[in-house]
């Protein structure tokens, strides 16, 4: 864990760090890591991952209607929208 | 007739008997939350639709379990046409289309929702210092923190404001909170509650549940909390029992566990007096205790800081910008605009959170991160399985201590991630656990932790019941003993 891998894996998180807390951030993130990596002495061999403490399949419904489209009370607490779409800035040229 | 530091049961009571009126009690809460606006324990009053409702109590008596009673709800359920924060900036306008199953639950059965309470940043932090909104005092002394992330919602019970209130538990939320401000909480197993209109954190640890005076008054509430949902796909469909009847039932013969793996000689001389004297009293109640082995319980904390950090990596990249909540700006181009709408939206917490989990999740790393400790994470689960052959319920402290000073570890993360060191194993199996008063320290509470078997919560609150019936840690108040 360096200041380049911080800043790889903050443009993946979308996320900009300033400069200012960049030390501070890495500084953390290193003694965080070094203190999970305490797990690597657990014998886990031929042990199945726990994902979820229930382990049971996730229950299907039937497909009946259940909501009405509210398509203008979602859109009306967009930061910016018109009356069928949210807006961003432009992505094709 | 003063409300302060009235139980849910007493004010039940009161309204019964006309002592006095559904708007009454409004007002009362109200006065009381304002002579209490320096703990910062709200972030939003809802005092209008609160008066509303009281005075359609008042005209239209309600049979629903829980009419008229107060209750603060934690910014961490949706509250629909309420603003939701979640303690952040990201979603300081954020107002829900919809309610919480929780939330409809509860007002369903009668309850007033007065508010909502301050919190660590999207529930992510022990002390409540991590919020956009300020911190809450411990009304126990100035300066102390209240614990988090259910901060807000454990200082307003604790300061008598309110007698009940939700919380949310991901590795000890609820309870830690609980114990630093001497009241009652209860996290369910998981899947009890449903999780539909909580703002996720961490999806597989998530859990909702009540936090008030005494255990009976948590019985009273996750009656009504509980439901199975179909719009939450884990939700348990199991019945659900009335967490009321066996609270009176004698414990002798309980078998009560205690961790050999936790070490407490390395707590304060206090804490551990504390905790001998419970377990005394627990004797003398008839309960017997058993020494149990949980190799791994000391790999929690490790375990939970990948889990809940890649489940948490994930489900707030939908704080983008683009569908609600806050937005920057004058973003150049799309790109721009999640960038800085995050970066401006999060506070620091909650991006080092975000940053562990992506790198955690990341190619190379899968393996020997996220995957090892979900490993972890069952043979943690299969210790306790194991464990409950042989007892009913397991005993520890809550906290290595009772409140802290704001600012005493928020520089050095690993110190306060130890502050959920005896919380975290139950939401890494999913079972249910819950914090009780059980003494004091420099006249600052402690709680005690008992944890259950799967779904076993009536077991928890009986024996937290029949502990409180005979002491009083749980009638302390900041402002003395209550008669």
């Known amino acids: 864990m360096d200041k380049k891998t911080v800043s790889t894996i903050a ?25 999970v990596d305490q797990l690597d002495g657990a014998d886990t061999n031929n042990i199945e991952p726990l994902a979820n403490p229930l382990e049971k399949t996730a229950k299907t419904r039937t497909d009946n209607v259940t909501a009405k489209n509210r398509k203008e009370v979602f859109l009306e607490r967009s930061p910016k929208s018109n009356e069928d779409y949210f807006l961003v800035p432009r992505v094709v040229e | 007739m003063s409300i302060q530091y009235k139980s849910i049961k007493e004010l039940k009571n009161m309204l019964n008997d006309k002592d006095i009126s559904h708007t009454e009690l409004v007002q009362e809460t109200f006065l009381n939350i304002k002579n209490n606006s320096a703990l910062n324990s709200f972030i939003t009053l809802n005092e209008e639709e609160s008066l509303k409702k009281a005075d359609n109590l008042d005209n239209n008596p309600s049979s629903g379990s829980l009419a008229g009673i107060p209750i603060a709800q934690k910014d961490l359920f949706c509250t629909k046409d309420l603003k939701t924060t979640c303690g952040s900036n990201m979603l300081s306008n954020f107002i829900p289309p919809y309610s919480a199953t929780v939330i409809e639950n509860l007002e369903n059965a009668g309850c007033i929702s007065v508010g909502k309470t301050n919190m660590d940043e999207f529930a992510m932090g022990s002390s409540n210092e991590t919020s956009f909104y300020g911190n809450v005092q411990n009304p126990w002394g100035e300066n102390l923190v209240p614990g988090g992330s259910s901060g807000g919602s454990a200082a307003a019970v604790a300061a008598g404001i309110v007698p009940a209130a939700s919380g949310t538990d991901t590795g000890g939320s609820i309870r830690q909170p609980a114990s630093l401000c001497g009241i ?64 009176n039932s004698s414990i002798q013969g309980l078998k009560i566990g205690l961790v050999k793996e936790f070490d407490l000689s390395k707590l304060d001389n206090d804490v551990v007096h504390v905790f001998e004297e419970s377990k005394k009293h627990y004797e003398s109640l008839g309960a017997e205790f058993i020494e149990i082995s949980l190799p791994n ?53 909650v991006k080092r959170r975000i940053l562990i989990g992506s790198y955690v999740l990341s190619a190379g790393f899968y393996d020997a991160y996220y995957k090892k400790a979900q490993q972890v994470r069952r043979l943690i689960k299969n210790d306790f399985d194991s464990a409950f052959k042989s007892v009913d319920i397991i005993m520890s402290p809550t906290t290595r201590g009772a409140a802290f000073e704001a600012g005493s570890k928020s520089d050095d993360p690993i110190q306060m991630y130890l502050e959920d060191l005896f ?23 402690i709680g005690l932790q008992l944890v259950g078997n799967f779904l076993d919560e009536s077991r928890l609150l009986q024996a937290a019941h029949n502990f409180q019936i005979s002491t009083d840690w749980h009638l302390k108040t900041p402002s003395g003993n209550k008669s």
């Not at chain 2, 939908?318 to 609600?324: A, I, L, S």
């Not at chain 2, 973003?331 to 709408?341: F, G, R, S, V, W």
């Not at chain 2, 975290?424 to 009780?436: D, V």
Request: negative net charge; glycine residues 6%.
């Open chain 1, 11 to 35: 443009y993946l998180s979308r996320l900009s760090l300033n400069e200012e807390n960049e030390d501070k951030i890495t500084e953390d993130l290193k003694n965080i890591i070094k203190f």
């Open chain 2, 184 to 247: 009652s909480g209860l996290k369910p197993t998981y899947g009890r509650v449903s999780r539909w209109g909580m703002i996720a954190f961490a999806s597989s640890l998530d859990q909702a549940g009540p936090m008030a005076r005494t255990a009976e008054d948590c019985a009273l509430l996750l009656n009504e909390m509980c439901s199975y949902d179909e719009k939450d796909t884990t939700s348990i469909d199991e019945v659900i029992p009335d967490f009321t009847e066996n609270l």
């Open chain 2, 297 to 349: 319980i000391t790999l929690s904390v490790p375990t939970y800081y990948v889990v809940a950090p890649a489940e948490c990596s994930s489900n707030l990249s939908r704080f983008d910008g683009v569908k609600f909540g806050k937005r920057c700006d004058n973003p150049k181009d799309l790109e721009e605009l999640y960038i800085k709408t995050r970066s401006e939206g999060f506070g620091d917490e």
């Open chain 2, 423 to 445: 919380t975290i194993p139950a939401n890494l199996a999913g079972l249910p656990a819950m914090s009780i008063p059980n003494g004091m320290i420099d006249n600052k509470p």
